[in-house]
């Protein structure tokens, strides 16, 4: 079956930078696409990153210049680097797989997540 992994989650100051990792495994299909999403309690879950197959990527307004959603296709990786971190960041992150080439940046269209990683950003 499919699944998605995350890790690279931990606690960090303001300014500060993480990376974070998912391994995907079990899809075989030739179209897809990755996103990253987060979420804090009370809130929904907001769409951060996403990368398709050609590499083209889109970020939300509040990401754009201090995140970068990457891939390593050998490895079956997708990364999120997360530079200049905000106590605003602080959510847990989750990937997920769109099972489709419409390449979305809204969680309602993904099909399959991860269990998500926990990230706090602290003053």
């Known amino acids: 079956q499919v699944q998605l992994v995350e890790s690279g989650g931990g606690s960090v100051q303001a300014g500060g930078s993480l990376k974070l990792s998912c391994v995907v495994s079990?899809?075989?299909?030739?179209?897809?696409?990755i996103g990253w999403f987060r979420q804090v309690p009370g809130k929904e879950r907001e769409g951060v990153a996403r990368?398709?197959?050609?590499?083209?990527?889109n970020y939300a307004n509040s990401v754009k210049g201090r995140f970068t959603i990457s891939r390593d296709f050998a490895a079956y990786t997708y990364y999120l680097q997360m530079n200049s971190l905000k106590p605003e960041d602080t959510a847990v992150y989750y990937c997920?797989?769109?099972?489709?080439?419409?390449?979305?940046?809204?969680?309602?269209?993904?099909?399959?997540w991860g269990m998500g990683t926990q990230v706090t950003v602290s003053l």
């Open positions: 997920a797989l769109e099972d489709s080439s419409l390449c979305t940046i809204y969680p309602t269209w993904y099909d399959y």
């Open positions: 079990g899809f075989t299909d030739d179209r897809y696409c």
């Open positions: 990368i398709n197959l050609d590499g083209d990527t």
